[in-house]
């Protein structure tokens, strides 16, 4: 079982190939579209760096308010929108449903079920990586013909920070 966290700077996994950084990221990105013969145009790639600056699952309008800050001026609310919905094509991001919200996959190049572990305290979003419930998934779905396309879990829980600042 693997974990990486969304948070850039800390508790990446040993086996991650030492993609940690934003622009590490950002570069594996742009040359997974190359070769998917797709492009991550200027939006798209500010979209994934906000998303890959922030440890939480991220809602669309405070990625448009912080393009705003960036910028100096107004971004369309539709461009925003089409662009997280080419990073989610490309399963670069994932949408959390129970939030609204959105967050960087830790490992775009190969493909895998996204588990989410989420806090309801803070926010904070970690993505674990697990074998053994996608095969159960796949399993499951193969005994009633069905056919899985959106591979996401999310969990709603408590982190341990969270869980150690109400034990302090
Ligand atoms: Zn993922
Ligand atoms: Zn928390």
């Not at 966290?5 to 990105?29: F, K, N, V």
Request: net charge negative.
């Amino acid at each position: 079982m693997e974990r990486t966290t969304t948070e850039t700077q800390s508790r990446a996994g040993p086996d991650c190939g030492g993609q940690h950084e934003t622009a590490e990221r950002i570069a594996l990105a742009e040359s997974l579209c190359a070769t998917r013969g797709s492009k991550l145009t200027a939006i798209r790639r500010q979209v994934l760096e906000l998303l890959w600056d922030s440890s939480r699952a991220t809602g669309a309008y405070e990625l448009i308010e912080a393009l705003k800050r960036k910028h100096g001026r107004p971004v369309a609310p539709p461009t925003v929108y089409r662009a997280l919905e080419f990073l989610i094509s490309q399963r670069l991001v994932s949408k959390i449903e129970s939030r609204n919200a959105y967050i960087p996959c830790a490992h775009p190049e190969r493909p895998h079920d996204c588990l989410f572990f989420i806090c309801s305290r803070c926010g904070e979003s970690t993505e674990f990586e697990d074998p053994r419930i996608a095969q159960a998934l796949a399993e499951d779905a193969a005994t009633f013909g069905y056919r899985v396309t959106r591979p996401v879990v999310e969990l709603e829980g408590t982190c341990e920070n969270c869980m150690l600042t109400a034990a302090g």
